[in-house]
């Protein structure tokens, strides 16, 4: 699974990207969520407040109860406006 974070999250995590093989349990971006905080405590502080942290999966915006797999790309990135 290819991870990408993005904007000001890349810098609290220290990373623009990783790819990894998250337990067979961690299968919806909630689960991802919790997974990478474990890991990431940067990413931890960014989900301490709720709707902060918006995911794309396969560059398409997903809900938390989306599935997830293997070969997946996962996107985070803060809320985006426009002007």
Do not use: S
């Not at 997974?35 to 502080?45: I, N, S, T």
């Not at 599935?67 to 426009?82: I, K, Q, S, W």
């Amino acid at each position: 699974m290819r991870i990408r974070y993005f904007a000001w999250l890349k810098h609290r995590v220290g990373l623009a990207e990783e790819t990894l093989q998250p337990p067979a349990e961690v299968a919806t971006v909630a689960a991802l969520k919790t997974f990478l905080a474990q890991r990431h405590p940067g990413f931890a502080e960014a989900l301490a407040n709720p709707g902060v942290v918006r995911c794309a999966v396969n560059q398409e915006y997903v809900p938390e109860d989306a599935p997830l797999r293997a070969d997946d790309e996962v996107a985070f990135f803060p809320p985006v406006t426009g002007g």
